[in-house]
């Protein structure tokens, strides 16, 4: 079982449970088509935004294996929202978890993804005790192959056309760390 000690604060952000008051900026990137291409979900309007916001509200801990953790990530110098990252309990035999992230193109270029994703990275090795963590994107999603591997993700597979996503074929590369890794990993 985690549950986090909020908030979370990086350098720069902080990492909390969403909050009713976050629709409008949640909503303000959730409808965009460049945050959607490479998800599974189309782009969602203000009532589908709402119902993802009260399903996140809802998941603050990670009690079981299946649940999915989605923080919000705002920068603390302005308060805006600028993004969500998440990490999901895959398995409590294999010690398994998956981690991901999106934001809100209006704050893409400025390292919070990677001050984010760190954050949920060490929540689930050294907070519920992962042996492995994975990363899936669409193949074509070269910014986040890239923020995976700057991470220390190692790339372990590229699976080619293997989901049909929005009527298209697509690829997916997948990404892992291992927990020994994650401790060996150079601080920065």
Known sequence: MLRPDYPIETAR???????????????????????????YNDPRDRAATADVLARRRAVTTLER?????????????????????????????????????????????????????????????????????????DGRNTASARLMAGLGLRREAHFVRNELVKGEWTDEVVFAMLAEEWAARPRV
């Open 65 to 137: 294996a299946g649940d999915i953790l989605v923080l919000a990530v705002v920068v603390r110098e302005s308060g805006a929202l600028a993004g969500e990252v998440n990490l999901g309990w895959i398995s409590e035999q294999h010690r398994q978890g998956e981690f991901g992230f999106v934001f809100d193109p209006a704050h893409h270029g400025r390292g919070y993804a990677r001050e984010a994703a760190v954050e949920m990275l060490a929540l689930g090795f050294d907070g519920l005790g992962l042996h492995r963590i994975v990363g899936r994107c």
């Open 13 to 39: 952000l902080t990492l909390r449970p969403f909050a009713a008051h976050d629709l409008d900026a949640l909503y303000a990137y959730q409808r965009l088509p460049e945050v959607a291409r490479y998800l």
